[in-house]
């Protein structure tokens, strides 16, 4: 069964950039975040679904593999973001992606933080590490789509959540650590699924059930909308 099959009716919105790039914060760990003169493009995740998924998956499976360069998988994991943008780690991990309403963010188990709840602003710097302005004082009420300059970038932020508008900024940058790591667990997951059902010792077969069982990843949420007619909306978070 394909992708379309199951959601071939529904829409979401998502923002992507023309060029992204690996950069170096003062502690030296490394974040993926769109080029200064990246241009942004409002697309619709699952249009292009299952080419994402296969691309993820690719990433995946060569981090995963025999002696992995890590110059390249930071290369390929650029490329995605060309091609869909970041994951939106911000905005999927909380409880709600209206946590700058809020003095405290929620983070149910995850593998990228531990703790699980810290100030709504200290949490939302922590994607803005190049940014002092967004990085003094993330603010509900500021309008950060200005800063940008991009029309499409305020239509699409439009109705949405404060930290969703956040994600779209061409400042957004998401640790390189934590993308590794998605796109391992993803592959292992896969991985584990293909050789269960190949697998014919019980034992062995048992094993990567448990792998399997132990993907807790955030599963994306649906609401409905009246356009044209009613619509199924992914909320590609």
């Not at 950069?23 to 769109?34: A, E, F, H, I, L």
């Not at 360069?69 to 930071?74: Q, T």
């Not at 991985?191 to 094993?207: N, R």
Request: net charge negative; aromatic share 16%.
């Amino acid at each position: 069964m394909k992708f379309a099959d199951l959601f071939g009716r529904a829409t979401s919105r998502w923002i992507k950039y023309s060029d992204y790039e690996a950069k170096q914060d003062k502690n030296g760990d490394w974040y993926v975040m769109p080029t200064p003169d990246a241009t942004s493009a409002v697309y619709d995740p699952i249009e292009t679904a299952e080419e994402m998924v296969v691309d993820a998956l690719n990433i995946g499976l060569y981090c995963i593999g025999p002696n992995p360069d890590s110059n390249r998988a930071v290369a390929e994991i650029c490329e995605f973001a060309v091609k869909y943008g970041l994951l939106g780690f911000m905005t999927a991990l909380p409880t709600t992606p209206d946590f700058m309403e809020y003095q405290t963010v929620y983070l149910p188990k995850n593998r990228h933080i531990r703790t699980e709840s810290m100030s709504s602003k200290d949490y939302a710097k922590l994607f803005f590490p190049f940014d002092e302005k967004i990085n003094e004082n993330p603010n509900k009420f500021r309008h950060y789509t200005k800063g940008d300059g991009s029309i499409m970038v305020s239509l699409a932020a439009r109705n949405k959540p404060k930290a969703i508008e956040m994600c779209y900024q061409r400042s957004y940058a998401e640790s390189a650590d934590w993308l590794h790591t998605q796109f391992k667990d993803w592959a292992i997951v896969f991985y584990g699924a293909i050789a269960y059902w190949d697998e014919k010792d019980a034992e062995q077969a048992e094993f990567y059930r448990r792998v399997i069982a132990a993907y807790d990843g955030n599963v994306p949420s649906f609401h409905i909308e009246m356009f044209e007619k009613p619509t199924l909306v992914w909320d590609f978070l």
